[in-house]
Nanobody, 123 residues
Framework: QVQLVESGGGSVQAGGSLRLSCAATGYSYRMMGWFRQAPGKERQGVACLRDDGAGPFYSDFVKGRFTISKDNTKDTVYLEMNSLQPEDTAMYYC??????????????????WGQGTQVTVSA
């Protein structure tokens, strides 16, 4: 069965780091990435990459702080988050798709979503 399972969330102080993981089962996706959603706000794209090595692609607000990577042999994608700030507090969702794009599409294009992992950054 196709499934995405996130882990690695937690609570840190501003300036700290976390590494999120997303393990995919049932399929080797061509595209994987991360979205996040804070309470009362819309989901926003964070980063994504392709299985052919193109990218990775980042939203402007995380460039230089976050790094997305993937272990294709394990179908696992990671999000290394450094210099975390309170505004990064959100539920982080792993996303995947069976198609490739030159960049990160909006949420409606992603067919598979994980359950989310909470990231909380205190001031």
């Amino acid at each position: 069965q196709v499934q995405l399972v996130e882990s690695g969330g937690g609570s840190v102080q501003a300036g700290g780091s976390l590494r999120l993981s997303c393990a995919a089962t049932g399929y080797s996706y061509r595209m994987m990435g991360w979205f996040r959603q804070a309470p009362g706000k819309e989901r926003q794209g964070v980063a994504c990459l392709r299985d052919d090595g193109a990218g990775p692609f980042y939203s402007d607000f995380v460039k230089g702080r976050f790094t997305i990577s993937k272990d294709n042999t394990k179908d696992t994608v990671y999000l290394e988050m450094n210099s975390l700030q309170p505004e990064d507090t959100a539920m982080y969702y792993c996303v995947a798709d069976r198609e490739r794009w030159a960049g990160c599409p909006s949420e409606k294009y992603w067919d598979y979503w994980g359950q989310g992992t909470q990231v909380t950054v205190s001031a």
